[in-house]
């Protein structure tokens, strides 16, 4: 590992993602998304900031726990956390699991690339 990607490990880029989206900041947001996802939103002319929004905007995360890592390849991590958020039907807790991958540009998975969260991922809750 480099000394770039130890300052920006995949745990950091998912902190800074929920971090976010419980501050509601989704322009933030976007830094910590997966490279792929944001380019290929941008080429199909959407704001990926207004994307982050329709998925995450309805739930309002109240907190959140980083739980177990598990590595799946050099440049695909799943992190596991716990998130609990307010709908106006309620308080609920689940569990996600996250993609975080590693990449120098789109479709350029590398392990001495950018730790990005992809948010698909983190919308299944278990």
């Known amino acids: 590992m480099n000394k770039e990607n130890q300052e920006n490990p995949p745990e950091k880029a ?16 976007v830094q910590f998304v997966q490279i792929t996802w944001k380019s290929d939103h941008i080429e199909r002319r959407n704001d990926p900031k207004e994307v982050l929004k329709n998925l995450y905007g309805n739930k309002k995360l109240i907190y959140f726990e980083i739980k177990n890592r598990k590595k799946i390849q050099e440049v695909f991590v799943d992190i596991e956390a716990i998130i609990k958020y307010k709908l106006p039907g309620g308080i609920f ?25 992809n948010p698909i991922g983190t919308l299944r809750e278990y």
């Open 93 to 117: 807790t689940r569990k996600i699991i996250a993609r975080i991958i590693c990449e120098n540009g789109p479709y350029e998975a590398n392990k001495y690339g950018i730790w990005g969260v």
């Open 14 to 29: 998912l902190m800074g993602f929920l971090e976010c989206w419980k501050k509601r900041n989704f322009k933030k947001m």
